[in-house]
């Protein structure tokens, strides 16, 4: 099973953070105070998880923790790692890919990933040696290994799984982010140079980049060999068979997306920039507009449901907001402070 989900903007949110919370420490004094717990200060986890949310806390602040959300009771958990294993997940946890019946959370700032059973959360391992990890891939599975992203590092981990070590490297210059498998070849977004760069994963050696005219903000898979890519000029189809680029749709004005995310039953696309904004048929909509107060951060969709995450203030704890295709209906959810990473168990 591969499920896989914030830039330096991550860090600038984060920073900021920390001067509103020293702003008003009179006021918040523990962020282990945040988030609906019970009597004892714990919560349980729910019998059937839906959506898992990764908080990145702040910045340094070492608050980064799990939300877990049950949609048939309509119910949410918070700190799920923290209250199983007795110690905080980390600083800046960014992204988490699930393997038969491990987890793996990519904690950015700790330079660490977190192997945990699942799924009860249980850590049973520390992979340390990163400079700042973002995301991760599986890219054999004779050993099993990884390919993990990082911001600094100039280059990408690779990673045994069976033995939980770093085992080399593959160099990469500037801050390389989404990764994805195709075939024998892994795509990574190098958002330092705007390309997405194709490796060969038995050579391990880079042997063709896509750029286009605007910065690449994200890319989706949206078939089998075709990708949709977010530019801050438009929305972008990359053929990988014919190896063509095609420009889908282009903005009047250039933008500053954050994050996207496809609808393979309705074949829509959906960004955040500031607002919710869809682009399917040939048009883009704004489907919702952020309120005065929210911040949106993190996007999916699920099953024809659209999930986002609200940061409020960067402070305060945020929500998970979840609504119908038509969006005529919707859910709010209590998450950790700063939800970004919305995943499907």
């Known amino acids: 099973m591969r499920t896989v989900i914030s830039t330096i ?18 006021c918040t004094k523990n962020y282990d105070d945040y988030g609906p ?11 059937a998880t839906s959506v898992i949310v990764i908080n990145e806390g702040n910045f340094m602040f070492g608050n980064g923790s799990i939300s877990l959300v049950d949609l048939e009771s309509e119910s949410s958990a918070q700190e799920v790692f923290k209250n199983v294993n007795g110690f905080p997940l980390g600083d800046v946890p960014q992204s988490m890919l699930i393997s038969d019946s491990l987890g793996y959370i990519v904690v950015n700032n700790s330079g660490k990933m977190e192997v945990v059973t699942m799924p009860d959360f249980t850590s049973i391992s520390t992979i340390t040696g990163f400079t700042s990890p973002r995301q991760m891939e599986i890219v054999s599975t004779q050993p099993q290994v990884a390919w993990v992203t990082d911001l600094y590092a100039n280059k990408i981990w690779e ?4 033995t939980q070590q770093i085992t080399g490297a593959i160099p990469s210059t500037g801050w390389n982010e989404n990764i994805e498998k195709w075939k024998s070849l892994v795509l990574v977004l190098n958002k330092k140079d705007s390309v997405i760069n194709m490796f060969d994963i038995p050579t391990k050696s880079q042997i063709k980049s896509y750029q286009l005219p605007s910065g690449i903000v994200d890319f989706r898979f949206t078939s089998f060999s ?8 438009g ?4 053929d990988l068979l014919v190896d063509a680029t095609y420009l889908e749709y282009e903005f009047q004005t250039e933008r500053n997306p954050l994050k996207m995310a496809y609808d393979s039953i309705n074949q829509a696309t959906y960004f955040l920039d500031g607002d919710l904004f869809r682009y399917q048929d040939g048009r883009l909509n704004k489907m919702l507009t952020v309120q005065k107060g929210s911040n949106f951060y993190g996007l999916e969709v699920n099953n024809q449901k659209v999930y986002i995450t609200d940061t409020k203030d960067y402070v305060q704890p945020g929500e998970l907001k979840q609504f119908s295709y038509n969006f005529q209906d919707s859910n709010v959810y209590s998450m950790g402070v700063n939800p970004q990473y919305i995943l499907f168990p």
């Open 226 to 233: 075709e990708l949709m890519v977010l530019a801050k000029n």
């Open 37 to 47: 717990k019970g009597d004892t200060g714990y919560v349980e986890i729910p019998e």
């Open 159 to 162: 990673v045994n799984l069976e």
């Open 235 to 238: 929305l972008y189809r990359i």
């Open 9 to 26: 903007k991550n860090q600038v949110i984060g920073l900021f953070g920390i001067l509103l919370t020293l702003g008003i420490s009179s």
